[in-house]
């Protein structure tokens, strides 16, 4: 949901030519499982104006997520997302 948010946005909102979707665990300082989402657009998205990014960071906090977004007048935007790992010993069922 956080990447597909992400590029809703920058399709709407930032005029980007293109953007990198980066997913990785880091365990240092903390193990976590981090979301980056960066494009070439025109910058300026602020979570803090009301808009969907607000509303992504409210669910990523409900998750102990946290969501960062650095994004200059000018460009570039990078959303950066830090997720709890999750349980390691689930066992998916279902059918193929």
């Known amino acids: 949901f956080v990447v597909a948010e992400a590029l809703a946005n920058i399709a709407k909102h930032s005029g980007a ?7 990785r665990r880091e365990r240092r300082p903390e193990d976590r499982v981090v979301i ?8 300026g998205a602020n979570p803090e104006a009301g808009t969907g990014l607000a509303g992504l960071a409210d669910r990523l906090a409900a998750l102990d997520g946290r969501l ?3 994004s200059p007048a000018g460009g570039p935007t990078r959303v950066r997302v830090e997720l709890p790992p999750g349980p390691q010993d689930v066992t998916v069922q279902g059918t193929p």
């Open 17 to 23: 030519s293109e953007a990198q979707v980066t997913v």
């Open 36 to 43: 980056e989402v960066v494009d070439d657009g025109k910058g």
């Open 68 to 70: 960062f977004v650095e």
